[in-house]
């Protein structure tokens, strides 16, 4: 395999070897801590034009299987990993990693310091963004501090046009952002009758197609870069019919509903903080990925509860409207990958879709 | 529920003798359980028989019950000490088994004492395989029942509901009869048949095989208010149909996917939940590979050797959480020491190396066993190996295991192709080695993983292995092939090997070509926060975590893995020693491979090194470290040469046992002797005991003490023993053996002098109540004073008798039961009496002898 080189911001450069794709990519560098759940990762669209440092050590042992799947068309822009099996074992598997990341012009090093990235980016050195090269040189450098990352990531990977995924259950639409498949897979689990609208679809078309609910999907980047139409358009939803928001769907929520945002000094990626679900006291696992968290202070108490906080970095997680049947998670509620004990949330929007019909 | 708050004194039902099944775990956990409760305000008394304990150190002896773990000295405790609560989850499956015999008989709600870490139902059901797998059934979690049938007919019924392959086991066999695997309904039939025949009750029982399914093992925590965090995930490579305890266990899980990983997370807390089950939790899951359905396989709510691996691979305090657990805390409010960072406790771990444990068998000292691996557990111990690769972390462990001295790995080039596939079949202890043999021969992983139920990803790894080492082969002196090398985990001497060259030369290109060792903390949250949890293994990367302790260190170098012979009493030292050195002002640093140890617990040292013990890695540590003094463990002969031509401040402890010269053949009475300078204090006249026919001192493993003699005749032995230790200029601990002069004489005469066995330094510290491994330590050390020694007065006419037998692992080992020597003992049970309670009279075997001591007080 070729040596390549991991180069960030800071001027630092990292030898490996070189997987995947051959591609010369850059990105904003982030961390991974699951520890479990590879293929899961790299297709989620949340890793839109980022280069994912994976915490967990040996990446690629079981291939690439057809149900771990987050989208198909992932837009990563590399994996970072301590080692790497090309291999494709699993019963499910056509595919290995290295196979994978190839058709889709992704690059991964491997050989890395992972967990000393991961030291030094989550205890003190903040984001960066960094790339992975053939050669290490000052030009290398001067492309990497030249590199502009785009802050339209939403258009970059949503659905531009709308589609359906029948079934003969609750009519829900879905507003993608950036979906990951496992919302999908939950849904179809409850037998919904799912249609998936651009993020840029107005109230009315949403209200058009008659839904019991709606669900603001997760997606990559800043929610402080989609404009106020899409906010509009959740003002307007919500007050009409059941809604549940995930991911960068909450951080919309949360701005709709007069609450403001923070950039995180660091985004978190991972699955071992213990969430606090208020109103019953108890503690769950969830897998999480955020670079914005809901300021706390800033939510109208008049109609925002706050519902689930991080007991760790005391993050806002959960959000529900006084006055609506509309709720809203920063993590993940589909575990894929991660942790299952918060799916019964979409029990809950299933209910309320019920309880409105009642 | 009852309320925790009020209790202030627990009964802990300790885990006896170490055995096959459970070595010192269960003595690590209890120590830090009892710490725990102690800083809570609660009074711990401890009922155990283990002279190797470090627990009972630890505790005040009038809280401590040196009695058989039984169920008739438990009530009796309970009846006279009157404690609030009785924890049975230290003594393994015999503590859960006896606290439900206490719940049946009435005596725990008679004396109204609570149970700790599960509710009497609980208990009921872990001991009552049906009832377990009922409630299992009505919380939806799939068991493997087994159906009774009496006719073919019958069984022809429920073939479609079972499936093939089944399993057909005649119910209460006239005969050791095996389980029959059958594939089809023919193979059914033949085995109901000749079942039937062989059942006193003409029945045979069916039920579904999961041979060749992956073994997963999870290991979880959970508290009063059902939060609860998964530790660890454990995957035994080898499939079920070898009993996890002998199989190589892989953490965290490599060939799961994250789907199959979180649905047995969630059985897990699903069971914990329903068994109601505070602190820890151990459940063995059967995985079909090719659909991704499991079954429950077993279910333990206590302390086992997963929960130990778990604990020390993810750096994760499992037994200071559990103790907190226990008396009522939630994980939210755990309160852990200031290393850890605050809420440690209820972040689920997350884990960036990777940690394979291989187990030790005892077939080199118990040859005449079946040595072939089964459902029935037969390994006495293990080794961990941690890397950041799955190879280097496969190498690290086998190079513990295999305790080549100059670490080197055994080869198996000699089997012939059919010896190899009848093993690779039928595996036996070298397993790990055969399957590189098949690799080497050319066999594909696919091959390979069809024949043995190994996912083909180990294969996939142990072949990259070849492929390192066939370019160590083409490369020799080569520093990038060196870099690359280490990186994957080979040691020095073994490269050194190939390259024909010593591992003096292999250090020397490493320096130049600054090829070296980076430490990486063991610590549960994979980097995230800054943990500083004292655990660290060697990588070969970019960052290194250990800064050295600094001035006034001492290197503690551990045995290893359990083996049999004196490994518990070894065991026992080494943590004992570690205290010692700590008390007397050392920085303290362990090295240590085996995840069972007591002395590996963070609460016995600054800084524990999981790194193999072998020159190399040693010379690392000792490269960073630069500490004052090294000790190395008496049974290293070529490490402790080696280190002895470096300038270095070496220590020889646990003390070598080898004295060189030819040991007398029997000896009936042992005085040990503790020397210092002028100093030579009585410490104990002891009767060596060697039940069976022949009375050869490499069958003495039993010890009586005082020795049944005349109190003048002791005097006078201790006279003469003197006279020999004076003649013979030893120090430190000895022991002076006595025979009689002839068959026929009363007369005893010397017959030879020893270093005292750790086994017998352990039972005189129980015995004296004077701890003769702090004084062995610090008269190493220099901080043993002569004066202060011989104000040390032992009683060595004690009417108090204390008696000590070794366990053997025969009957787990299927061999006949026999006199067992002393390189066979996998542990020892002690008792303390009257001289009427434990005399020694018409002795005539060892059954005897575990009468004496095991019976009922």
């Given at each position: ?358 | ?120 139902d609980t208990l009921r059901q872990i001991n009552n395989p049906a009832a377990l797998n009922a409630s299992l059934k009505e919380i939806h979690e799939p068991v493997i029942e087994a159906k009774i049938v009496a006719t073919t007919d019958e069984a022809m019924g429920l073939v479609e509901s079972i499936g093939f392959p089944l399993i057909v086991k005649p119910v209460a066999p006239r005969v050791d009869t095996n389980r029959t695997i059958c594939e089809n309904v023919d193979d059914m039939l033949t085995a109901l048949n000749q079942g039937f025949q062989q059942s006193r009750f003409d029945q045979c029982t069916l039920e579904r095989s999961v041979v060749g399914y992956k073994e997963i093992e999870m290991v979880a925590v959970r508290d009063v208010a059902d939060t609860a965090v998964l530790i660890s995930g454990l995957e035994d490579m080898d499939p079920i149909g070898i009993h996890s305890g002998d199989s190589i266990l892989v953490t965290p ?131 961990v190996g941690i890397g950041r690769s799955v190879e280097e972390a496969i190498l690290k462990s086998v190079r513990s295991s295999q305790f080549s001295p100059r670490d080197v790995l055994p080869s198996v080039s000699n089997l012939t192709d059919g010896e190899m596939i009848r093993q690779l079949i039928h595996p036996l202890a070298n397993r790990i080695l055969v399957l590189i043999e098949a690799l080497r021969r050319g066999y594909s992983p696919e091959e390979l993983s069809e024949l043995t139920k190994i996912d083909n990803f180990y294969f996939v790894k142990l072949r990259h292995l070849l492929t390192i080492e066939k370019q160590i082969q083409d490369h020799p002196m080569d520093t990038e092939t060196l870099q690359r090398a280490r990186y994957f985990g080979f040691g020095d001497g073994m490269i050194a090997r190939i390259w024909q060259t010593d591992t003096a030369a292999i250090r020397e290109l490493s320096a130049q070509a600054a090829i ?342």
């Amino acid at each position: 395999m070729a040596k390549r080189y991991l180069i960030l911001e800071d001027g630092s450069a990292y030898a490996g070897e070189g997987f995947g794709a051959g591609a010369t990519t850059s990105g904003e560098v982030i961390t991974n801590l699951n520890l479990l759940g590879y293929q899961e990762t790299i297709t989620d669209q949340i890793y839109h034009n980022q280069i994912i440092i994976f915490a967990q050590p040996a990446i690629g042992n079981v291939g690439i299987n057809h149900d771990s799947y987050e989208s198909i068309l992932p837009t990563a822009k590399g994996m970072v990993v301590r080692d790497v099996t090309n291999i494709s074992t699993n019963r499910l598997s056509r595919l290995s990693l290295d196979e994978f990341l190839q058709q889709h012009n992704i690059p991964g090093i491997s050989g890395i310091d992972t967990r000393h990235l991961i030291r030094k980016l989550r205890q003190g050195a903040g984001p960066m963004k960094g790339s992975i090269v053939d050669v290490a040189d000052a030009h290398a450098f001067d492309q990497l501090n030249a590199t502009v990352l785009t802050n339209r990531q939403v258009d970059q990977v949503a659905t531009p046009k709308p589609y359906p995924n029948p079934d003969t259950g609750k009519n829900v639409v879905v507003i993608d952002f950036g979906l990951k498949h496992g919302i999908l897979r939950q849904l179809s689990e409850r037998r919904c009758n799912v249609t998936v609208l651009p993020w840029t679809a107005s109230a009315q078309d949403v209200l058009n197609l008659d839904p019991d609910g709606v669900l603001l999907s997760t997606g990559p980047g800043s929610p402080l870069d989609l404009g106020t139409g899409v906010l509009d358009m959740i003002r307007e939803v919500q007050a009409e019919i059941p809604l549940f928001a995930i991911g960068l769907g909450h951080e919309l929520f949360a701005l709709a509903n007069g609450a403001e945002l923070k950039a995180l000094p660091v985004e978190y990626h991972g699955s071992s903080h213990p969430i606090r679900r208020i109103i019953t006291n108890d503690i769950i696992y969830a897998t999480q990925g955020q670079g914005y968290a809901v300021i706390a202070k800033s939510i109208d108490r008049d109609r925002l509860i706050t519902t689930y906080v991080d007991l760790i970095d005391g993050t806002v997680q959960g959000l529900r409207h006084r006055d609506f049947p509309a709720f809203s998670v920063q993590f993940f509620a589909d575990g894929a990958p991660g942790p299952h004990e918060s799916r019964d949330l979409f029990d809950e929007f299933m209910e309320a879709m019920t309880a409105r019909e009642g | 529920m009852p309320n925790l708050d009020d209790i202030q004194k627990v009964l802990i039902i300790g885990g006896g003798p170490t055995e096959i099944g459970h070595e010192t775990e269960l003595d690590s956990a209890m120590v830090q359980i009892i710490t725990g409760f102690k800083k809570r305000g609660v009074r711990t008394l401890v009922i155990d028989n283990n002279p190797f304990s470090v627990a009972l150190e630890e505790i005040q002896p009038t809280n401590m019950y040196v009695q058989a773990v039984t169920t008739a000295n438990v009530r009796h405790i309970l009846e006279k000490d009157q404690p609030d609560a009785v924890l049975p989850s230290l003594g393994g499956l015999l503590g859960i088994r006896i606290a439900q015999e206490l719940v049946e008989n009435g005596d725990i709600g008679r004396l109204g004492i609570t149970l700790l870490g599960m509710p009497a139902d609980t208990l009921r059901q872990i001991n009552n395989p049906a009832a377990l797998n009922a409630s299992l059934k009505e919380i939806h979690e799939p068991v493997i029942e087994a159906k009774i049938v009496a006719t073919t007919d019958e069984a022809m019924g429920l073939v479609e509901s079972i499936g093939f392959p089944l399993i057909v086991k005649p119910v209460a066999p006239r005969v050791d009869t095996n389980r029959t695997i059958c594939e089809n309904v023919d193979d059914m039939l033949t085995a109901l048949n000749q079942g039937f025949q062989q059942s006193r009750f003409d029945q045979c029982t069916l039920e579904r095989s999961v041979v060749g399914y992956k073994e997963i093992e999870m290991v979880a925590v959970r508290d009063v208010a059902d939060t609860a965090v998964l530790i660890s995930g454990l995957e035994d490579m080898d499939p079920i149909g070898i009993h996890s305890g002998d199989s190589i266990l892989v953490t965290p899980p490599q060939t799961l996917n994250d789907r199959e990983y979180q649905d047995l997370r969630d059985a897990t807390f699903r069971i914990a939940t329903e068994l109601n089950i505070v602190g820890v939790l151990h459940i063995h899951f059967a995985l079909n590979p090719a659909n991704q359905h499991f079954y429950v396989t077993k279910v333990a709510p206590y302390f086992s050797r997963g929960v130990a691996l778990a604990a020390r691979t993810t750096g994760y305090p499992v037994a200071l959480v559990t103790g907190a657990l226990l008396l009522g805390q939630r994980l939210v409010d755990v309160k852990l020491p200031s290393r850890f960072v605050k809420q440690t406790a209820i972040m689920e771990p997350t884990i960036d190396h990777i940690s394979v444990r291989i187990p030790l068998w005892p077939f080199q000292e118990v040859p005449d066993a079946d040595q072939h691996l089964d459902t029935v557990m037969k390994a006495v111990g293990s080794t961990v190996g941690i890397g950041r690769s799955v190879e280097e972390a496969i190498l690290k462990s086998v190079r513990s295991s295999q305790f080549s001295p100059r670490d080197v790995l055994p080869s198996v080039s000699n089997l012939t192709d059919g010896e190899m596939i009848r093993q690779l079949i039928h595996p036996l202890a070298n397993r790990i080695l055969v399957l590189i043999e098949a690799l080497r021969r050319g066999y594909s992983p696919e091959e390979l993983s069809e024949l043995t139920k190994i996912d083909n990803f180990y294969f996939v790894k142990l072949r990259h292995l070849l492929t390192i080492e066939k370019q160590i082969q083409d490369h020799p002196m080569d520093t990038e092939t060196l870099q690359r090398a280490r990186y994957f985990g080979f040691g020095d001497g073994m490269i050194a090997r190939i390259w024909q060259t010593d591992t003096a030369a292999i250090r020397e290109l490493s320096a130049q070509a600054a090829i070296q060792p980076t430490y990486k903390m063991i610590e549960p949250t994979a980097g995230e926060f800054p943990e500083d949890t004292s655990g660290y293994y060697s990588t070969f990367e970019y960052e290194n975590e250990s800064q050295p302790l600094g001035d006034r260190t001492a290197l503690v170098l551990g045995r290893g893995g359990n083996q049999l012979g004196p490994n518990s009493a070894a065991e026992y030292f080494t943590t004992e020693m570690l205290k010692q050195l700590k008390r007397a002002g050392y920085h303290t640093i362990l090295m240590n491979t085996n995840p069972n140890a007591v002395g590996i617990a963070p609460e016995f040292s600054d800084k524990q090194y999981v790194d193999p013990i072998q020159l190399g890695d040693v010379l690392n540590v000792i490269q960073l470290e630069h500490p004052d003094i090294v000790i190395v463990p008496g049974n290293r002969h070529y490490l402790t040469r080696e280190l002895s031509k470096l300038p270095l401040n070496l220590h020889v402890l646990p003390p070598d046992q080898e004295t060189g010269k030819p040991a007398p053949k029997s000896a009936t009475i042992g005085v040990s002797l503790f020397i210092h300078g002028q100093q030579k204090v009585a410490v104990g006249v002891m009767d060596m005991l060697a039940p069976g026919m022949n009375k050869s001192l490499a069958q003495v493993t039993a010890f009586r003490m005082p020795a049944e003699l005349p109190k003048a005749k002791r005097a006078n032995l201790v006279e003469l023993a003197k006279q020999a230790a004076s003649e013979r200029q030893m120090t430190g601990m000895i022991q002076v053996l006595f025979a009689p002069k002839s068959a026929d004489s009363a007369q005893l005469a010397v017959v030879g002098v020893r270093p005292t066995r750790l086994t017998e330094v352990a039972f005189l510290s129980k015995v004296t109540g004077v701890n003769w491994v702090r004084m062995l330590t610090r008269q190493h050390i220099g901080t043993l004073d002569e004066t202060e020694l011989a104000n040390i007065s032992v009683d060595l006419n004690s009417t108090r008798v204390a008696l000590m037998n070794a366990v053997f692992p025969f009957r787990q080992l299927h061999v006949l039961n026999r006199p067992g020597t002393t390189d066979q003992e996998v542990g020892a049970t002690i008792a303390f009496g009257s001289s009427e309670a434990l005399s020694l009279a018409n002795l005539s075997d060892t059954d005897e002898l575990d009468q004496i001591i095991n019976r009922t007080i």
